[in-house]
């Protein structure tokens, strides 16, 4: 969803280019890809392994439901890459940690991309195990935490195009947040997270496109933050309205008639990812905000004043909760970023 129904209707059904017109091999890369295993994920991974990348790790809550992917993807990939599949589940931290903890023995020293694409919608509060609202961790504070204790690694990758990347898939939906009233909190995410605070006045029906907010605004703080020698950079990429399962909780005859005539297959769909993660003209280029295959704007509200008041916060908070979680987390903070 952009800014207006005429600029996504536009965005939406304008034809996206072939995978073939805007890829580069990926010899010796170590690639991760979160959510691997279906829809954009799955698209996205098939299209990577053919670009013949030393390793591809995708992640999934279940290894044995994976295999199926897995099959598809070295198919896809003809040999020419090792496709493994990890387990994690986004909904506990501790998940999250063990999988970096797990690259960090197992990963090779460097990681060259990092695609955070694996998101949840839920219709209903559901908190995790963690006592986070189950939307507000999984679609941003578990891809945060994976991205800053996977940062050493990313930091280390060869310089050589293409560059090292770290891609986060956002939403267009993220146009329809006006303001984030509860930055003016003591702790935003916090208030987030209070849900005598969000089921009242209907706010919770913001949760999904304020977390993808979340994400734009966190590539672009990220990316503010690394050293400024670094050829890593952090975009993120809208890939529109897609056939996915992510929205398998809103089986609606309005919503099912609403995808069959505007939705993209998750293939078409895939290709913004991959644009993002491999594509030339985003070589050098980072805190970027990346749709239908070229570099666009976020909403007005992140571009204003009150967005990098947002943002700045949503950093603070971010860092703050996550160091309660991870004692890594703020030594990486000290030791890796500005």
């Known amino acids: 969803m952009s800014a207006t129904i005429s600029e996504f209707l536009y965005l939406q059904l304008r034809p996206l280019p ?5 890829v580069r091999p990926l010899p010796g890369r170590t690639i991760l890809l979160t959510g ?22 995708i992640t999934s809550r279940s290894a044995e439901r994976a295999k199926d992917a897995l099959a598809q993807i070295n198919a896809a990939g003809k040999g020419k890459c090792k496709v493994e599949c990890w387990e994690v589940d986004l909904t506990r931290f501790e998940s999250v940690i063990v999988l970096a903890d797990r690259f960090s023995e197992e990963g090779g020293g460097k990681l060259d991309l990092l695609v955070l694409n694996a998101g949840v919608i839920q219709g ?12 507000l961790q999984v679609n941003h504070l578990s891809g945060a935490l994976l991205a800053l204790r996977l940062l050493p690694f990313l930091l280390a ?8 990347r770290v891609v986060l898939v956002n939403s267009g939906l993220h146009h329809r947040i006006p303001d984030v ?58 890939p529109g309205l897609c056939r996915s399962q992510l929205a398998r909780n809103f089986n609606s005859w309005g919503f099912w008639l609403y995808q ?26 980072t805190g970027q905000y990346v749709e239908s295959c070229f570099v666009s704007q976020p909403s007005a509200m992140v571009r204003s004043e009150r967005g990098k008041q947002i943002r700045d916060k949503l950093w603070k908070d971010t860092i703050e909760e996550l160091s309660l979680v ?5 030594r990486v903070v000290k030791q890796y970023l500005c």
Do not use: C, Q
């Not at 209903?124 to 939307?135: I, N, R």
């Not at 990758?157 to 090292?164: E, G, L, V």
């Not at 297959?265 to 070589?283: C, P, Q, W, Y």
């Open 326 to 330: 991870d004692p890594e987390v703020p």
């Open 18 to 22: 072939s995978v073939k017109s805007f």
């Open 181 to 238: 009233p509860e930055v003016d909190e003591e702790n935003m995410l916090r208030k987030l997270n209070d849900k005598a605070h969000i089921m009242t006045g209907g706010k919770f029906r913001a949760r999904y496109p304020t977390t993808k907010l979340f994400n734009v605004m966190f590539a672009m703080a990220l990316a503010e933050h690394l050293p400024p020698s670094t050829a890593l950079s952090v975009n993120s990429t809208n």
């Open 124 to 135: 209903v509060w559901k908190e995790t195990p963690d006592g986070w609202e189950e939307t």
């Open 157 to 164: 990758a060869d310089a050589n195009p293409p560059t090292p």
């Open 260 to 285: 069959l005539l505007l939705a993209r297959t998750t293939e078409v769909g895939s290709r913004t990812i991959v644009h993002a993660a491999v594509g030339k003209d985003l070589d050098g280029k």
């Open 36 to 57: 691997g295993n279906v829809g954009l994920g799955l698209e996205a991974s098939k299209h990577l392994a053919a670009l013949g990348p030393a390793r591809l790790i």
